[in-house]
């Protein structure tokens, strides 16, 4: 029989897409059960034409469910994921509750889908930046090993949920017409600004938490924790894709020829390259596809060696940073 799928925290903006990634890849299902808070109980949400009416999240409302995508927040996943698999469900989690327990396997389906098999119950969807500058490494990795990488990020606010996508929408309307605003979901004003991740900082290094989900993140998912490792992620008033420069070190010399070659044909990955055009990956283009947008290809010249190559990349946060991520883990199922 089609499996039972579920969706926790249907109405977010994860939630939204998971379902969307679910109707438009035609995922083989017998029923989908859309859940959420008792706020959205009752509501409807339209899949395939039909309408299903939202549940409020209980311990029973896992009863009968095959695969249960999960997008609600840390605290939902720690106390529902362990009742959706006591109930026979396998979980994948959007959320960093479990990406690091090393019984859960932490996936991006076009680096180690086998990981799955692994799985004791829960399989991890990856941090959004983690993944977006992962599907284009990993072909490079393979090929010529990464020994280091530093990352800079230029993250959406679809990051931080639909609430946030709403602030930066409100903030900007509010900026543009003069009138004061308060922001209640971000810490700082949106509009006509950026700021350092709002994720907590560690005194110890002065990283975020953002940043160090880059650096473990990629220890496990690439199985090398040898890779030196550093970002700065910063948001920026854009409202679902994310962008990201990447400063990339390998073991011999590599040439930015050869990444285009190796690129070129690398699953979820679009190169986007014009340098005569001066067009290159950016947010807007980013939106609302599955592919990572891979441009300004070229060589690092403070690096005599020849080693080093820089790219900048976009891709949409809410899809393979995301929902579309999960939905393929579930194929993987
Ligand atoms: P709801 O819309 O009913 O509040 P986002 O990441 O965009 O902020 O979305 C969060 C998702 O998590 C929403 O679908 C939200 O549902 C859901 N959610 C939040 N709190 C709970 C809860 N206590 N129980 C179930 N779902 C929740």
Same mark, same amino acid.
């Given at each position: ?8 925290? *249907?109405? =977010? %903006? ?5 379902? /969307?990634?679910? $109707?438009?890849?035609?995922?083989? @299902? ?38 249960a ?14 009742i ?32 799955v098999?692994?799985?004791?119950g ?21 090929k ?12 959406a *606010?679809? =990051? %931080? ?5 709403? /602030?930066?929408? $409100?903030?900007?309307?509010?900026? @543009? ?28 290094n ?40 990447l ?50 290809i ?7 060696? =020849?080693r ?26």
């Amino acid at each position: 029989a089609l499996p039972v799928v579920a969706i926790v925290g *249907a109405t =977010g %903006a994860v939630g939204v897409e998971l379902l /969307e990634c679910l $109707e438009q890849r035609d995922f083989p @299902l017998s029923e989908l059960r859309l859940l959420a808070s008792a706020r959205s109980a009752g509501k409807t949400m339209t899949f395939k034409g039909k309408e299903i009416t939202i549940r409020a999240l209980d311990e029973n409302s896992f009863d009968g469910v095959d695969i249960a995508l999960f997008s609600a927040g840390g605290s939902i996943s720690k106390v529902y994921g362990p009742i959706a698999v006591k109930a026979g469900a396998v979980v994948v989690d959007n959320s960093s509750a479990f990406r690091q327990d090393p019984n859960v396997p932490l996936v991006v389906p076009e680096v180690n889908p086998e990981a799955v098999k692994q799985h004791q119950g829960i399989i991890a969807n990856p941090n959004c930046s983690t993944i977006i500058a992962l599907v284009p490494l990993w072909p490079l990795h393979v090929k010529n090993r990464i020994t280091r990488f530093i990352a800079a990020t230029y993250q959406a *606010a679809s =990051g %931080a949920g639909a609430a946030a996508m709403e /602030e930066l929408r $409100e903030g900007t309307r509010a900026y @543009l017409e003069g009138r004061p605003f308060t922001p209640t979901v971000l810490p700082h004003p949106y509009a006509f600004n950026l700021f350092s991740h709002n994720a907590k900082v560690d005194p110890a290094n002065g990283y975020n938490e953002e940043e160090m989900k880059m650096v473990k993140e990629t220890w496990k998912i690439f199985g090398d924790a040898d890779i030196r490792i550093s970002a700065t992620c910063v948001r920026v008033p854009v409202l679902r894709a994310h962008s990201e420069a990447l400063t990339v070190e390998f073991e011999r010399p590599i040439t930015p020829a050869e990444v285009k070659d190796i690129l070129a044909t690398a699953p979820g990955v679009r190169i986007v390259d014009d340098v005569e055009k001066n067009y290159f990956p950016m947010p807007v283009d980013a939106s609302g596809q599955g592919d990572i947008l891979v441009g300004r290809i070229r060589q690092d010249i403070s690096d005599p060696s =020849g080693r080093s190559i820089q790219l900048f990349v976009a891709g949409d946060q809410l899809l393979k940073g995301a929902a579309l991520n999960a939905v393929q883990i579930a194929e993987l199922l």
